[in-house]
């Protein structure tokens, strides 16, 4: 008979719920995991593992034509569209996730496939999910139900649901349909143009990743700059890299209104019956306030997520649907202390990484341990995977001054030291280095460039272990690397 009660009840088998269930099945504990749709989540088959598949090509023709001797330019180097989606499909294993089972069954977690919610405490209401020929479903895209069975968590139970994209109330945009990340970084075909909304990290991303491939791209944005978050010169180089591939911009750009072609089926259409289809006829008007009209064969929309909440049963234990959870620094709940939430659902940090830490937190937590969460919010280490790209740890000039801190900056070109000049001199991108000048401490560190990501960690160890510059002068970077930026931050400060 199948069992009704675990030690653990994980819901919801994204990066974080995943690393979740495993820890805790490494330390003994009988643990269900609950997942609706395909264990890995949105990052491994909708978001950053797509994106980057999609990305990568266009990246290595521009290093191409920075670099002598390789081709001599990019233009001899065309980006073969199909090939690029093949790929894409190879790396989300064509949307099934069977080679994410072994991993669980390796550490004794019990997949449980079905919809869940909070049934009181400790209690999960998990309604089974059947395909259409009535067995069980192996993954996403399951319908009808297989009756609906209570399990019991003897200790604890995690939230692990994820975000959503957001919609704004804009009059007309859920009648148009319009693409998510979820069919933005799955399309079967290459579309002949394409509006975004919203130029945060996901909006520069497929921009660039679909301007790449051969699409005309428009991308609209309310604010004054691109990914306003993060340091002004970071804005203007990424605007710069898109404007060279051919990206229009509309910046301070507000939507008033959207329409769809009523002859034509939407992408978001095809999508909703399971097709992956670009743009399959009709066409999307985007209205601006100043009156300006942009169409285009599909209209993404990227202006940000929101915590998947709403069909939980959280007013079972007195939370609110559609919120965030708010946990403290152990991830637990208040007033629940049988109650975990971690990843983008909390709300403190929407980043893979960021929730698979916070797994482990909640993992310690429930196990007995001390250990509490830091800097897992809004100066989390981060990266825009643009070219240039954006990689960045703690707080920009701006928000340290904002925090009182008293800030200095330290500026440098990205590709300034001999070790950049193998991904071509002269490549655009800056680093900054903020300083708290009190206390001779590296409070974060901004790099904008080529490949700039594995740049981080070394600021990231830095900052988290708020080690004094002192110190981190005899951390000497080897010859010939562009690790080398650390050395003007050890002249400077």
């Known amino acids: 008979m199948a069992e009704t009660s675990f030690d653990v009840i994980v819901i919801g088998a994204g990066p974080a719920g995943e690393v979740a269930a495993g820890q805790l099945g490494e330390r003994g504990r009988a643990v269900a995991l609950v997942e609706r749709e395909l264990v890995g989540g949105e990052c491994s088959y909708w978001a950053c593992m797509p994106s980057k598949a999609l990305l990568r090509a266009g990246e290595l023709v521009d290093e191409i034509a920075r670099v002598p001797g390789v081709a001599g330019n990019s233009s001899a180097c065309g980006i073969d569209a199909a090939t690029v989606l093949r790929r894409r499909d190879e790396v989300i294993h064509e949307l099934r996730d069977d080679g994410h089972l072994p991993w669980l069954d390796q550490r004794g977690v019990t997949l449980l496939r079905g919809r869940a919610r909070l049934a009181g405490e400790r209690r999960v209401a998990v309604e089974a999910l059947r395909d259409e020929g009535g067995a069980t479903a192996p993954g996403g895209g399951a319908e009808g139900s297989g009756g609906e069975r209570v399990y019991e968590a003897r200790e604890a139970v995690i939230v692990a649901t994820g975000s959503g994209a957001l919609l704004p109330p804009i009059p007309g945009l859920l009648e148009a349909q319009p693409w998510t990340n979820r069919e933005a970084t799955t399309a079967d075909a290459v579309p002949g143009t394409l509006l975004v909304l919203g130029g945060g990290v996901v909006g520069v991303e497929l921009a660039q990743a679909w301007a790449s491939l051969g699409t005309r791209v428009t991308l609209i944005e309310a604010a004054d700059r691109l990914i306003a978050r993060e340091e002004p010169f970071a804005s203007v180089q990424v605007a710069e890299g898109l404007q060279r591939r051919g990206v229009e911009l509309r910046i301070g750009a507000r939507a008033v209104s959207v329409e769809r072609d009523a002859d034509g089926e939407s992408a978001g259409d095809t999508a909703a019956r399971g097709a992956r289809s670009a743009g399959a006829g009709g066409r999307t008007t985007v209205m601006l306030e100043d009156g300006e009209r942009l169409s285009g064969d599909a209209l993404l ?44 659902v909390n709300g403190r940090a929407q980043l893979t990484h960021m929730g698979k830490y916070q797994a482990r937190v909640a993992v310690d937590a429930i196990c007995g341990g001390g250990m509490r969460a830091r800097r897992d919010g809004a100066l989390s280490p981060r990266v825009i995977f643009t070219d240039p790209a954006v990689a960045a740890v703690g707080h920009t000039l701006a928000s340290a001054q904002a925090a009182g801190i008293p800030a200095r900056a330290i500026d440098r070109d990205t590709s300034g030291t001999a070790g950049a000049s193998f991904h071509g001199r002269n490549a655009p991108g800056t680093t900054r280095f903020v300083l708290d000048s009190e206390r001779e401490l590296l409070v974060g560190a901004t790099f904008v460039g080529p490949e700039v ?7 990231t160890v830095a900052i988290v272990g708020e080690l004094p510059l002192a110190t981190l002068a005899h951390a000497v970077p080897a010859f010939p690397t562009r690790s080398e930026l650390w050395l003007d931050l050890a002249v400077g400060g």
């Open 301 to 344: 929309v990227a202006i940000g997520r929101r915590p998947r909440t709403d069909d939980l049963g959280l007013e079972a234990v007195g939370l609110e649907a559609g919120k965030p959870i708010t946990v403290d620094d152990h991830m637990r709940v208040k007033g629940a202390p049988w109650l975990y939430a971690i990843g983008d």
């Open 453 to 459: 990501a594995e740049l981080l960690h070394a600021a």
